[in-house]
C-alpha cells in the first residue's frame, strides 16, 4: 500500500511569490492534515480536510489556504511568501473508519521543505 | 482543552542504557494519546498509541509507554538505547472525535556510542 506522497519534496521561492503544495493520501483515507514544522515554533496545525470540506483550521493568516479533491488528494497554498513561511510543510492523511487498527492514527508523508528568500 | 507537555526539550543517554521521555496531558475526557517518531528530514512515524484498552502498550521497535490518568502521564521508555533511536520523539494526544491532533514541542534524543 503506498504511502502519503507530497511534492515537491523541495523548494526555494522569494519574497511575494505564491507556492502551492501537493499531498496524495493513502487509498482509502478522506482526513488529510497540513502541518508546519520549524525550528522555533515546532509542529502547528494549519487544517484539516474530510471529504472535500474544510473541518478544522488553525491559528494562520489568510495568505495560507487550502483545498481537497473528490480522489482526496489535497493542495496547499501560501500567497505572498514572507521569510518565516520558510518551514517544513507536512501532511498528513487518516482513516475514518471506526474500529480498525489503525484509526486515529495519522500517516505522515516525508515533508515538502520550503526555502524563502 | 487538549494539550501535551513534553518535560525534556533534549535527553542525551550512552547507548545500551534505558531511554525515558516524558510527556503529561491535559484533557477533559479520556483522551487518546500517541508518541511519533521523526529522524532527520523525514516524516513523523507512529510509534505507538493508546486509545483506553491496556494501560501499558508496546509499540514498535522496542518502546513502551504507560498511561498513568492519576497522574495525567505517558510517558514513552525504551530498556536498552540503540544508536538508530536518535530522532525527534512527539507525544500527541487528539480530541474526542479524533479529527484534530494536539503536538508538544517535542524530544531530541541523542545517544552516545
Known amino acids: 500500500k503506498a504511502g502519503v506522497t507530497q511534492t515537491p519534496r523541495y523548494l526555494i521561492k522569494t519574497r511575494g511569490q505564491q507556492v502551492t503544495l501537493s499531498c496524495s493520501p493513502i487509498?482509502?483515507?478522506?482526513?488529510v492534515s497540513w502541518y508546519q514544522q520549524t525550528p522555533g515554533q515546532g509542529l502547528q496545525f494549519l487544517f484539516e480536510?474530510?471529504?472535500?470540506?474544510?473541518?478544522n483550521k488553525g491559528n494562520f493568516p489568510g495568505r495560507f489556504s487550502g483545498r481537497q479533491f473528490s480522489n482526496s488528494r489535497s493542495e496547499m497554498n501560501v500567497s505572498t511568501l514572507e521569510l518565516g513561511d520558510s518551514a517544513l510543510y507536512l501532511c498528513?492523511?487518516?482513516?475514518?473508519?471506526?474500529?480498525?487498527?489503525?484509526?486515529?492514527?495519522?500517516?505522515f508523508g516525508e515533508g515538502s521543505r520550503l526555502t524563502v528568500l | 482543552a487538549q494539550s501535551v507537555t513534553q518535560l525534556d526539550s533534549h535527553v542525551s543517554v550512552s547507548e545500551g542504557t534505558p531511554v525515558l521521555l516524558r510527556c503529561n496531558y491535559s484533557?477533559?475526557?479520556?483522551?487518546?494519546l500517541f508518541w511519533y517518531v521523526q529522524h532527520p528530514n523525514k516524516g513523523l512515524q507512529l510509534l505507538l498509541k493508546?486509545?483506553?484498552?491496556?494501560?501499558l502498550v508496546k509499540g514498535i521497535n522496542g518502546f513502551e509507554a504507560e498511561f498513568k490518568k492519576s497522574e495525567t502521564s505517558f510517558h514513552l521508555t525504551k530498556p536498552s538505547a540503540h544508536m538508530s533511536d536518535a530522532a525527534e520523539y512527539f507525544c500527541?494526544?487528539?480530541?474526542?472525535?479524533?479529527?484534530?491532533?494536539?503536538f508538544g514541542t517535542g524530544t531530541s534524543l541523542t545517544v552516545i556510542p
Open positions: 498528513a492523511s487518516s482513516s475514518d473508519a471506526v474500529g480498525t487498527a489503525t484509526t486515529g492514527e495519522l500517516f
Open positions: 487509498s482509502g483515507h478522506r482526513s
Open positions: 480536510y474530510f471529504s472535500e470540506t474544510q473541518r
Open positions: 484533557s477533559s475526557y479520556s483522551p487518546s
Open positions: 493508546y486509545t483506553s484498552a491496556a494501560t
Open positions: 500527541v494526544v487528539s480530541d474526542l472525535g479524533g479529527n484534530q491532533f494536539y
